[in-house]
């Protein structure tokens, strides 16, 4: 898999249904949006969104926490045109730019992501978790809403779909990784704790630096 080619993928098919209908069929995950914000620090003062979209998350964020700095990054300008005329906060810094190649800095408290990895590569997540791992403050924690493959059969199948084009060359394919799998990269891109917490119909991945109480 060709990550800027993918990446590319990514863009075509968000422009394409922001103004279809992807506001109305996310708004079904609220549920998600709402409980990812309960693991984030309580001092929380400044987090990126990885492929933040129109800003279904940043809403419930800026709820709870509306002094909180955010860096959105998305690939999708469309995505992002309606994240800026939502106007959620002021403290949003929007970044039209692949993640990939998107520098974090240094000394978050935060990075989220919700719905938007589970389109690549384990060798490339695993260069973009440890970019992830190094921009994060010593408490700091990485939180992963997503969409997973069921069990080995069925990632491997999301793959072999894809590199086949079995629907089509334009559709779109998901290619997401088990549980046990993501969690095994996290781990290798440097965190050390990494929990699940499974919802009533979606799967959180809370992965901390460090254990906070060592
Ligand atoms: C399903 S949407 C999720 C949006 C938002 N997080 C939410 O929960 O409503 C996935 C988003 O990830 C973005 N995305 C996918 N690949 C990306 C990449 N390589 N870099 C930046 N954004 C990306 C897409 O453009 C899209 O806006």
Sequence with gaps: MNLVKRSNEMKDFFNKVVDIDYDEKHSKMIKAKEKIVDF???????IIDLGSGTGLQLIKLYKVYPNVKTTAIDISDGMLKKLYERHIS???TIINKSFF????GKDIDAVISTQALHHFEPSDKE????KVYDCLKE???FVIEDYFAIDNFDERKGFEDYRNLVKGIDSHYDTPLTIPHEIDILKKSGFSDVEHYAGDNYNILISKK?????
């Excluded at 260069?127 to 440890?130: A, F």
């Design 90 to 92: 002021d403290n949003i």
């Design 127 to 130: 260069i973009l978790y440890k």
């Design 139 to 141: 408490h700091g924690v």
């Design 210 to 214: 460090k254990f906070l109480n060592r």
């Design 101 to 104: 190649e998107y520098e974090f």
């Design 40 to 46: 984030l620090p309580s001092d929380i003062e400044n």
